[in-house]
């Protein structure tokens, strides 16, 4: 079974805070990227990432950047958490440049900043 | 702005009821339309998926209904049963490493 590991499930950080969220995925997937889901606006795309060092904007990147060293890690991070950053963090991954290849979630994290 | 718009935010079905969860898109490049299920605590996970070449795509209870003119797809459960209470997003991709375009969720529930 495929499998997306988000390590940290629940945070709570104060505003101001540099916040790091790691995500790895054990199938070789070449593709990750970070979603971000609120109620009423579904999952919405950060940031992804298509191989090793390489990394596109999403539709919302402001305040966030990633880091993809290795392969099967993929790292979100928050430069100066906001209140309005406050949010369930969903990672994933898939396999390949094709539409229509299947994209795995991890259980998401659940941040809060206060 | 929302490219893929979906209805309705929350249902409420039924035990054996048909759900019925509809999405209408803008971008006629979509080539990819998928269905993700996702339980409370959980990650989505894909439930079905179809390709516009098609008009319905049916796997088990779970039927994709595609109408390519109307720029419109649904996602209709039959037999309704409690275990499938969830909420539910469509989606559409078009190339580009899948990036995937979500709706805005439906809420099920589906009562005993």
């Known amino acids: 079974d495929v499998k997306v590991t988000q390590s940290s499930r629940y945070l709570v950080k104060r505003t101001g805070e540099k916040v790091f969220l790691e995500c790895v995925q054990d199938?070789?997937?070449?593709?990750m990227f970070w979603y971000r889901q609120d109620p009423g606006l579904g999952l919405r795309l950060i940031y992804f990432s298509y191989d090793v060092k390489m990394k596109e904007k999403g539709d919302i990147p402001e305040g966030y950047s990633v880091s993809r060293e290795k392969k099967e890690r993929f790292s979100l991070i928050l430069e100066s958490a906001s209140t309005n950053q406050t949010s369930m963090y969903l990672c994933?991954?898939?396999?390949?440049?094709?539409?229509?290849?299947?994209?795995?979630f991890g259980e998401g994290s659940w941040l809060t900043v206060v | 702005q929302q490219q893929v718009k979906q209805s309705p935010q929350s249902l409420i079905v039924q035990k054996g009821g048909i759900s019925i969860i509809n999405c209408a898109y803008e971008?006629?490049?979509?080539?990819?339309f998928p269905w993700y299920q996702q339980f409370p605590g959980k990650g989505p996970a894909l439930l079905i998926a179809?390709?516009?070449?098609?008009s319905e795509k049916k796997e088990g209870r779970f039927t994709i209904s595609f109408n390519k003119s109307a720029k419109q797809f649904s996602l209709h459960i039959m037999d309704s049963q409690p275990g499938d209470s969830a909420t539910y997003f469509c989606a559409a991709s078009t190339g580009g490493y899948n990036k995937l375009i979500f709706g805005a969720g439906t809420r099920l529930a589906v009562h005993p």
């Open positions: 179809i390709r516009p070449d098609v």
């Open positions: 994933a991954s898939s396999f390949g440049t094709a539409s229509g290849n299947t994209i795995y």
């Open positions: 199938m070789d997937h070449e593709n």
């Open positions: 971008n006629t490049a979509f080539d990819y």
